[in-house]
């Protein structure tokens, strides 16, 4: 079981270009959850997806950023037309069951240039 | 507001001294509160939850509804402690988990 598959594990983009970041959780979980984490900060909660819906978007910027968890495949989190200020490491993290500890990827480190 | 706090974003102590990193928490009703671990080049990953009320690695942590603080101890530092620790509470929906900044530890030799 090699855990929480993340990538890549690093992203370039220039401003204006769309980045996405792939996630496939640990093997019989579904329940995903995307962090950010920003320079000198904590993580930050974006979104909670079971598969095929969309559970707690409330971390979410309200343009720009979606998110899916497809029923076959990894979940997606997708930018649109990025800005120097979505340069951060974004975290995926997965849980078999709701309440469940958390198992984490590697993260992407996203970089706007 | 659900809110975690840990106040100190370093906290460097010499080996075998204890050590206290601080989380206190803002959450109305009963709180399931966590603590988890990044060593360097690793994954984050659980450390430990308030309700196994388990010892992981000769570190504790204690939730004290009064002063709304679950700090983790541990009496004897040793130098393979040192990583970033995340204090974390689970929101009332029962989902999300809602993290502090985080507190780096360097324990030195």
């Known amino acids: 079981n090699a855990g929480v598959m993340q990538n890549p594990r690093h992203l370039v983009r220039r401003r204006g270009q769309e980045a996405r970041l792939r996630c496939s959780p640990v093997?019989?979980?579904?329940?995903v959850y995307w962090y950010r984490q920003l320079p000198e900060e904590g993580l930050k909660f974006m979104v909670y997806?079971?598969?095929?819906?969309?559970?707690?978007e409330s971390g979410m910027p309200k343009e720009r950023f979606s998110a899916e968890f497809p029923k076959e495949g990894p979940s997606i989190l997708r930018i649109q037309q990025v800005v120097r200020g979505d340069s951060a490491a974004y975290f995926c993290?997965?849980?078999?069951?709701?309440?469940?500890?958390?198992?984490f990827g590697s993260g992407t480190q996203l970089s706007v240039l | 507001a659900q809110r975690v706090t840990q106040p100190e974003k370093l906290l460097s102590v010499f080996k075998g001294a204890p050590v206290e990193l601080k989380c206190n928490y803002s959450?109305?009703?009963?709180?399931?509160l966590f603590w988890y671990v990044q060593y360097s080049r690793q994954r984050l990953q659980l450390l430990l939850r308030?309700?196994s009320r388990e010892s992981i690695k000769g570190f504790t942590a204690d939730l004290n509804k009064g002063e709304t603080s679950f700090h983790l101890k541990k009496p004897f530092a040793q130098e393979e402690d040192s990583a970033m620790y995340y204090c974390?509470?689970?929101?009332?929906?029962?989902?999300?988990?809602?993290f502090g900044q985080g507190t780096e530890l360097s324990v030195k030799p």
């Open positions: 993290a997965s849980s078999p069951l709701r309440s469940e500890k958390l198992f």
């Open positions: 093997k019989g979980h579904s329940h």
């Open positions: 997806l079971q598969k095929e819906n969309i559970i707690d």
């Open positions: 959450y109305s009703g009963s709180p399931e």
């Open positions: 308030h309700i």
């Open positions: 974390a509470l689970r929101d009332n929906q029962g989902g999300k988990l809602i």
